[in-house]
């Protein structure tokens, strides 16, 4: 049985940091990418992050490029999102999700991910 489970939201005050942590299980990181999608109020998912260890690959949105860092520690099946210079427009649920392939290169899109964690909610107060 797959289970993705996330931990690490809250609410912070802008300019701050979070780190999101993903514990999977059933899955091997070696033939799924993991990703982080993130859903605002009244918005379309989107995705967030995403990171492959067959290939090594990774993707960021760019509204979060250069102040987010996804990475993956495949002893522990973890994968960890920093989160810093949160800004009001980061609020969302975060879920953890993966799918079946060697990389990120679909990763930005919904469909492909297969397996979801439950969501954290992180609040960004201005």
């Known amino acids: 049985e797959v289970q993705l489970v996330e931990s690490g939201g809250g609410l912070v005050q802008a300019g701050g940091s979070l780190r999101l942590s993903c514990a999977t299980s059933g899955i091997t990181f070696d033939d799924h990418a993991i990703g982080w999608l993130r859903q605002a109020p009244g918005k379309e998912r989107e995705g967030v992050s995403c990171i492959s260890s067959s290939d090594g690959s990774s993707y960021y949105a760019d509204s979060v490029k250069g102040r987010f860092t996804i990475s993956s520690d495949n002893a522990k099946n973890t994968v960890d999102l920093q989160m810093n210079s949160l800004k009001p427009e980061d609020t969302a649920v975060y879920y953890c999700?993966?799918?079946?392939?060697?990389?990120?290169?679909?990763?930005?899109?919904?469909?492909?991910?297969?397996?979801w964690g439950q969501g954290t909610q992180v609040t960004v107060s201005s």
């Open positions: 999700a993966s799918f079946e392939a060697a990389s990120c290169s679909s990763g930005s899109r919904e469909d492909p991910y297969d397996y």
